[in-house]
Structure formats: structure tokens, C-alpha cells
């Protein structure tokens, strides 16, 4: 397995350690289906910005971060990223959820 196989399973084995959960409950169908959509996206781009800082990181060969198609991609990340912070805020403070650069 290639270097880079084993930092992206390292970075979803991170993310996936904090499954989808929600403080709100009496969410309708479609938003419930909005909020796992905006959760899920944030886990995937998360996922990926954290592989290529790691390879950035160890080789002269960058990769670069994620950059979101739309601004409908930005903010169904912006909304799984707050999502994330409200239900697992321990791990919020020590930056867990942090934008990686």
C-alpha cells in the first residue's frame, strides 16, 4: 500500500471516529436528510485536506487542498464543520475540526 493510501485511511479512520450525531431532534425529513448530506461532506473534504497536508508535509510533491466548485459546496462544508463543533465540542477545542491548510 502506498504512502498516500495509508495517511487518507489514517485521515478517514480520524474523522469516522466521530460518528454522525445531532442535539436537535423533531427535524423534519428533509432536513435531516440535509444535515447527514452537509455532515458527510465535511467528513469527505476533511478527509482529503488532511491527506494532502500530511504528503505536503513528508515530499516536494504538494498536492493541493480541496477547492469547492461552488459556493453551495462551501457552505454545506461550513454547516457539517458547525455541526461537527456542536456535538462533539470537546474535540472542537482542541481542534480537531479545524479548516487544514
Known amino acids: 500500500m502506498s504512502s498516500y493510501s495509508n495517511v487518507y485511511l489514517r485521515a478517514v479512520s ?3 471516529s466521530y460518528p454522525l450525531g445531532k442535539l436537535r ?20 473534504i476533511w478527509a482529503y485536506n488532511y491527506t494532502s497536508s500530511t504528503i505536503n508535509a513528508q515530499t516536494n510533491s504538494p498536492i493541493s ?3 469547492f466548485a461552488s459556493n453551495a459546496e462551501r457552505i454545506s462544508y461550513i454547516r457539517g464543520q458547525i455541526s461537527h463543533v456542536d456535538y462533539y ?3 472542537a477545542a482542541v481542534g480537531v475540526f479545524n479548516d487544514i491548510d
Do not use: L
Not at 431532534?25 to 469527505?44: H, L, R, S
Open 25 to 44: 431532534t423533531g427535524m423534519p425529513a428533509q432536513e435531516y436528510i440535509q444535515y447527514k448530506n452537509d455532515w458527510n461532506f465535511f467528513n469527505t
Open 89 to 91: 465540542p470537546s474535540a
Open 65 to 67: 487542498k480541496y477547492e
Open 14 to 16: 480520524t474523522i469516522s
